[in-house]
């Protein structure tokens, strides 16, 4: 049986861990109001981005160059993936579901025969597939903080992408992310960055046609389109850092949630028991003290 | 006198929306501008100042956009802007600085920031407006 010592130091140790535990969580409850408010704030720009861009897209037939962006290269071999992580740890599954998707689609493409690469954005996954298939790592981004660096961080990985797509390095990218549903639930969700998926926006299009049909382009649509395009990918990219984001800070809180819930529940049980054997103890000093005194 | 809505938008916030009388825009091809009831159109726009003028013709507000894309029809005019800077909020002697610094270390993508840097450079010392 422990000492009562024992059991007291388990107590406080358990005690100083929820403290913890719940400090994290208000620290990630304020964080995701903030991210949230940020998503929030992004929304209008991406959606109007859309909008004009279906209206566009419809324009454009094959192309060389940056029509590329919305027509692809014509091939289906070479595929790279962007799983999106967080740079830290105890929210959860939040993380590790992204490494597994990411991971069942790497194999799943590659039993197809086709080539993928992996180009992890956070140090949660970049670890992951540092372990796992190194050598398929072309780049990886780290310490992004989108929060305070905003749009620039979302601009430096467009970049590089659509440098390594016109150098043909790859023909499709796919993004892996959480998607913010809630403050309390995130949803695993692959987006194909790269050619352009319109078939979402399309049927919205259609409704629209009427009031979309006679628009003046300036100078033509071809040149905003070429300009559009890759302001479409840092837009998405922005839009899919900010959300992951938000939806880190909610993993955390609601992990830190449980873990302040167990640590109390384990307080509990661990009071109980050191109540137990203090009373033990005592009871065990009463017989001696009888049975020494009767033998007197 | 009619009003038309006037809504500038960056990726990272809405920055102004409100109902104004006549706005001017750095289109590609040329300034454009909108008084309510402009026909449709879509325009991209090149560096420059966006002019928000109320009613009465005053100076409401003046922008640096450093390029992005216009749609407009006759009830309202949305800009969607990169980046977005008041005008009164530049500094001409910052700017020449950053310019300096920009060309000082040589990599492939200063050369977008230097030319966005010298427009606004451009836009505060210009006088047309």
Known sequence: MPS???????????????????????VAASKLRRSQEKAEAARPYSSRLEEMLSSLASSAASGEGIIKLLTGTGNDKNYLVVPVSADRGLCGGFNSSINKETFKLVKSLE???????????????????????????????????????????????????????????????????????????????????????IS????????????????????????????????????????????????????????????TRNAGEMIDSLTLKYNRTRQAFITKELIEIISGAESV | ???????????????????????ILPGKDGDIGILPGHSKIISSLRPGRVMVY?????????????????EINPEKCIVLAESVNEMSDLDKSSIETEIQTLEANNKDDVEDKIYIARKKIEAIDSKFY
């Open chain 1, 111 to 197: 039993s197809n025969g086709k080539n993928v690469q992996i180009m992890p954005v956070g140090k949660k996954s970049r670890d992951f597939f540092n372990r796992v298939m190194k050598d398929q790592i072309l780049e990886s981004f780290v310490d992004l903080n989108v929060s305070t660096t905003g749009y620039e961080s979302a601009l430096n990985i467009s970049n590089k992408l659509q440098d390594l797509y016109f150098d043909e390095k790859f023909d499709k990218c796919i993004l892996v992310f959480n998607k913010f549903k809630s403050a309390i639930s995130q949803e695993v969700t692959q987006q194909q960055l790269i050619p352009l998926d």
């Open chain 2, 1 to 23: 006198m009619a009003k038309i809505f006037f809504d500038l938008v960056s990726p990272e916030n809405l920055i102004f929306n409100d109902q104004v009388g006549m706005i």
């Open chain 2, 54 to 70: 109320g009613e009465d013709k005053t100076l409401l507000k003046s922008f640096f956009v450093s390029g992005g894309f216009a």
């Open chain 1, 4 to 26: 009562l010592k024992d059991i007291k130091t388990q107590i406080n140790s358990v005690g100083s861990t929820k403290k913890i535990t719940s400090a994290m969580k208000m």
């Open chain 1, 200 to 259: 979402n926006s399309e049927k919205k299009e259609q409704k629209e046609t009427s009031s979309n049909a006679i628009y003046d382009y300036e100078p033509d649509e071809e040149t905003i389109l070429k300009d559009l395009l890759p302001k479409n990918v840092s837009t998405q990219i922005f839009k899919v850092l900010l959300e992951s984001d938000a939806g880190e800070h909610g993993a955390r809180m609601a992990a830190m949630d449980n873990a």
